[in-house]
């Protein structure tokens, strides 16, 4: 497949919504829709008013220019906010590929992209993830270490990972 890694804009925000409502997908009490995910202040925090000030991310289209993944970065803005990890200083990543383009490297890819991208603003990037999501593997290769356990929106155990930049 001929794949090409771009700056996300503010016109990907719809993308980035449906890219969200994949990730949180893999909660069994995550969002089962777009319209769920954005009324769900929690997870609406990932992407509403795309892009602001800090906000960083690259999306992976086709040679049609048709998106086929994002991975996005967002700092904390106003108060803490249960179960997010991102602070005032260390972004927080968000990662999806569209169902049929999953176990080309493009998840890989696009970390790699992001990493070129955001290393010299931020000291770290910061994620949570559910102890039993396969895409683990993915952020141990990437360079994340885990740094805690925290229990989730749903009873579970996530891990709260943390690369360098
Ligand atoms: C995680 C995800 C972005 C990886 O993208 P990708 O292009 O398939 O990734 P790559 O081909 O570069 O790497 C493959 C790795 O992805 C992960 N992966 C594969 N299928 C996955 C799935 N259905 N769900 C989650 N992660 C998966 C595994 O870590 C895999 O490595 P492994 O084969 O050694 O176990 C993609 O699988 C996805 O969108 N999953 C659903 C959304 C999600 O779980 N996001 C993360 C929430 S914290």
Redesign the pocket.
Known sequence: MNVRIRDATPADEEFLWT?LT?????DPGGAASVAAAKSDDNLGSYVKGWMRAGDLGVV?VDGSGAPL?A?WLRLLEGPPMPFKVATPELPE???????R???????????EELFRRSSGRYPAIV????AT?????????AGFVEASRIPNRVGGDSIVMRRAL
Do not use: D, F
Not at 101 to 111: D, E, F, N, Y
Not at 127 to 130: D, Q
């Open positions: 890219m994949y990730a949180a997908s893999m992976a993944g991975a990543l968000a990662i999806a590929v569209e169902p383009a999953r176990g080309q490297k493009l998840g890989a890819s696009m970390l994620l949570s993830v559910r999501n396969p895409s683990i593997h993915l952020y141990e290769r």
